[in-house]
């Protein structure tokens, strides 16, 4: 693989902001009271750090889940996969 110092950068921009994002994020979390509360403001600070990171995301196909209970399936198995569906998903999920 070519040495390319964008991706290096970026890859540290990422990397700095993740940490302060969870710091200012979990004290929010922790202290709202209502659970669906705390859902609504996680997806919100999920969705500002894809932002912030240069990755916009895009929510298709949201009319399409059932109102009763169901079981949401990630296809890959990473560690983005938790904040990606928090940043995608209502928070009754």
Not at 17 to 23: A, N, R, S
Not at 26 to 36: D, N, T
Not at 57 to 85: F, K, M, Q, T, W
């Amino acid at each position: 693989m070519i040495w390319n110092p964008f991706r290096l950068a970026w890859g540290l921009w990422v990397w700095l902001l993740t940490i302060p994002l969870i710091l200012f994020a979990a004290l929010p979390i922790l202290a709202l009271p209502k659970l669906e509360t705390r859902r609504a403001f996680a997806g919100l600070a999920c969705r500002v750090y894809f932002r912030l990171c240069g990755l916009p995301i895009r929510r298709l196909g949201l009319e399409r889940l059932p109102a009763a209970a169901c079981i949401i399936v990630a296809n890959h198995a990473s560690y983005i996969d938790g904040p990606l569906l928090f940043a995608c998903l209502p928070p009754r999920f």
